[in-house]
């Protein structure tokens, strides 16, 4: 991350730590001045993360737990607010991940596509014995931008 300002959270790889995640992400973006509708902007980057997390915790580390580490940075020009998920779980092919099929009933699988939606840049890069989920949303009171 190339922004001066990052908040760097090392927690371990459970569901249960969250709302640390969430309440970090509101606490960064409602520092912010002249967002258009923030609330919305907080539980989409929220939503989007926490999948993120969920997929981390349930596939990358599902026999052995172990730890993210989060990146929030927020840039002005343009504005944006960049989330970085560090992991040294097992890796996947984003490639083999199936699209949703809308209309039919499933339980699983809406993550990926979630956070495609949600975020207006969403990358996956898996190195030997690292992996790095990169999601970028853009923000400001002259943004148009997804959900």
Same mark, same amino acid.
């Given at each position: 991350m190339t922004s001066t300002e990052v908040i760097r959270l090392d927690l371990p790889a459970t569901m249960k730590y969250l709302n640390v995640v969430g309440a970090c992400i509101a606490e960064?973006?409602?520092? /912010?001045?002249?967002?258009?509708?923030?609330?919305t902007?907080? %539980?989409?980057?929220?939503l989007a993360t926490h999948e993120a997390c969920t997929n981390i915790v349930d596939h990358a580390y599902a026999e052995a737990g172990g730890r993210i580490i989060i990146l929030l940075a927020v840039q002005h020009n343009p504005r944006r607010l960049i989330? /970085?998920?560090?992991?040294?779980?097992?890796? !996947?092919?984003?490639?083999t991940v199936k699209e949703p099929v809308l209309g039919e009933p499933q339980v699983r699988g809406?993550?990926? !596509?979630?956070?495609?939606?949600?975020m207006? /840049?969403?990358? %996956?890069?898996a190195q030997a014995?690292?992996?790095?989920?990169?999601?970028?949303?853009? !923000?400001?009171?002259d943004y148009e931008g997804t959900m």
């Open positions: 960064v973006l409602s520092r /912010e001045s002249d967002v258009k509708d923030l609330d902007l907080i %539980y989409n980057v929220q989330v /970085e998920l560090h992991d040294t779980g097992q890796s !996947f092919d984003l490639s809406y993550g990926l !596509f979630l956070m495609r939606q949600i207006d /840049e969403v990358t %996956y890069d014995g690292h992996n790095r989920w990169r999601m970028v949303k853009r !923000f400001g009171a």
